[in-house]
């Protein structure tokens, strides 16, 4: 659920929008319901890179990179809290050693970039974007309050999404 400041909290009632927020809520749910201890790691966007046989699909985040048009499936207004692989990697490896009660931890960036900003930044406007209809139910912003993660965790990312994109283009 969005919060009046624009951060996602721990503490927030869940209302998903859509069939795949129902479906991480329902894990939760099952989580919390069997175990006496637990973390439960709320991972906003990812994106990185990854070794594939072909280099074409390098990109976790874009599949169409190769490709001459970008197909976004919103009108590009929407912003997301990215987060880079490798601080993700390192906050699950801080969950190792933590002794949990019973923990539910936002994993994210702490910041929102607009989807159509980070396009145009990862191409240098050398792709057509192709626009279509805003998918039904989906969340305009999303940004994460990793205040829990930097407590319980001693985690913040290190990475910031622009110089990681320079670098990734």
């Keep these: 659920a969005e919060t009046k400041n624009g951060f996602n909290n721990e503490y927030d009632a869940l209302g998903p929008l859509n069939h795949y927020g129902l479906s991480k809520v329902f894990g939760e ?33 874009f599949n169409n990179l190769y490709e001459n048009n970008f197909k976004l499936e919103s009108d590009g207004n929407q912003s997301r809290d990215f987060l880079y692989i490798d601080d993700l990697t390192t906050a699950i490896n801080k969950c190792i050693t933590v002794n949990p009660n019973k923990e539910t931890i936002n994993i994210g960036s702490g910041f929102a970039c607009r989807i159509q900003d980070f396009i145009s930044y990862y191409f240098k406007n050398n792709k057509k974007i192709e626009r279509s209809e805003i998918k039904r139910n989906e969340a ?3 940004r994460a309050n990793i205040s829990k993660a930097k407590k319980i965790l001693d985690w913040k990312p290190k990475s910031n999404l622009i110089n990681k994109l320079n670098e990734l283009s």
């Design 140 to 142: 305009y912003l999303t």
């Design 29 to 61: 749910l099952l989580i919390k319901n069997e175990l006496n201890k637990y973390i439960i790691l709320r991972i906003f966007n990812v994106y990185g890179v990854c070794k594939y046989d072909n280099p074409k699909k390098n990109n976790l985040l």
